[in-house]
T-cell receptor, first 110, second 116 residues
Framework: AQRVTQPEKLLSVFKGAPVELKCNYSYSGSPELFWYVQYSRQRLQLLLRHISRESIKGFTADLNKGETSFHLKKPFAQEEDSAMYYCALSAQGGSEKLVFGKGTKLTVNP | GAVVSQHPSRVICKSGTSVKIECRSL??????MFWYRQFPKQSLMLMAT?????????EQGVEKDKFLINHASLTLSTLTVTSAHPEDSSFYIC????????????FGPGTRLTVL
């Protein structure tokens, strides 16, 4: 069974501080991992996916198959980064169903 | 990116009535659409996957006779909550994917259903 775990419900940092949102997964096959972000009163949107290896809005995430993790990192948090972040897994690319973690609410304080 | 709309954005209905929620892909053809349910302060739970012209595939525990899904065209899928009860009150979100590169899922803004 596919499972995504985000251990932190809430994460609060100060502006300019590094931030790491944790995500661990369990899946027997070769997964595709995603990070989605939901800003206040907005729809869910894709932040990044591991296959593209992009850096979006300063965020990066590396898939660690040994630790089955896909932590999201940003070296210097900004206030506009405050949002709900969801880690998600797909068995076969984004066109297949996504299994979401419970989400982490990030608050960046001034 | 591609745009997905949902209608209505908010609906209040009486217990026992049926409610239809529409999900449209505005600028692309959606070969697959997904319906999720999100309870307050909780994550999204996939309810069903629908492909244009075929029956929806429901997740375990989701009653297909209660949550009717129709994907009649490449731009429209509908979710009908039949004989709604207060426990069906929730936030329903659809997403769509097409033939774009990387098969990204694009999410709608969601529909808030309140059953009195």
């Amino acid at each position: 069974a596919q499972r995504v775990t985000q251990p932190e419900k809430l994460l609060s940092v100060f502006k300019g501080a590094p931030v790491e949102l944790k995500c661990n997964y369990s899946y027997s096959g070769s997964p595709e991992l995603f990070w989605y972000v939901q800003y206040s009163r907005q729809r869910l949107q894709l932040l990044l996916r591991h296959i593209s290896r992009e850096s979006i809005k300063g965020f990066t995430a590396d898939l660690n198959k040994g630790e089955t993790s896909f932590h999201l990192k940003k070296p210097f948090a900004q206030e506009e980064d405050s949002a709900m972040y969801y880690c998600a897994l797909s068995a076969q690319g984004g066109s297949e169903k996504l299994v979401f973690g419970k989400g982490t609410k990030l608050t960046v304080n001034p | 990116g591609a745009v997905v709309s949902q209608h209505p954005s908010r609906v209040i209905c009486k217990s026992g009535t049926s409610v239809k929620i529409e999900c449209r892909s505005l600028d692309f053809q959606a070969t697959t659409m997904f319906w999720y349910r999100q309870f307050p302060k909780q994550s999204l739970m996939l309810m069903a996957t629908s492909n244009e012209g075929s029956k929806a595939t429901y997740e375990q525990g989701v009653e297909k006779d209660k949550f009717l899904i129709n994907h009649a065209s490449l731009t429209l899928s509908t979710l009908t909550v039949t004989s709604a009860h207060p426990e069906d009150s929730s936030f329903y979100i659809c997403s769509a994917t097409g033939d774009s590169s990387y098969n990204e899922q694009f999410f709608g803004p969601g529909t808030r259903l309140t059953v009195l």
